[in-house]
């Protein structure tokens, strides 16, 4: 299984970025996904997920209305495009395989820094 992460950046509260996550070894488009992050000094959050198919998100509360969770199964790829940004959204993004209550991190995850 390999995840790798991109599209973080530093960017001022109220911008967006969008985060991509290209996966492989694994069947992509049977496979949940979810986002989590990871600020400095704290543990694991849990951000977002989608089922196989996309027919189904879900959001944690923080993010909820700001982000938006999507993916591209012909190109094995997961995305995560956020608007509205906070200093509060800084932290390590790490795309997972997996449902959120299952999920396992492969990547080295993508650094989100918001901050004026």
């Known amino acids: 299984v390999q995840l790798v992460e991109s599209g973080g950046g530093m960017v001022q509260p109220g911008g967006s970025l969008r985060l991509s996550c290209a996966a492989s070894?694994?069947?992509?488009?049977?496979?949940?996904m979810t986002w989590v992050r990871q600020a400095p000094g704290k543990g694991p959050e849990w951000v977002s997920s989608?089922?196989?198919?996309?027919?189904?998100?879900s959001y944690a509360d923080s993010v909820k209305g700001r982000f938006t969770i999507s993916r591209d199964n012909a190109k094995s790829t997961l995305y995560l495009q956020m608007n509205s940004l906070k200093p509060e959204d800084t932290a390590l993004y790490y795309c997972?395989?997996?449902?959120?209550?299952?999920?396992?991190?492969g990547g080295q995850g993508t650094q989100v820094t918001v901050s004026s």
């Open positions: 070894g694994f069947t992509f488009r049977r496979s949940d």
């Open positions: 997972a395989r997996g449902p959120r209550w299952n999920y396992s991190t």
């Open positions: 989608i089922n196989a198919d996309a027919s189904r998100t």
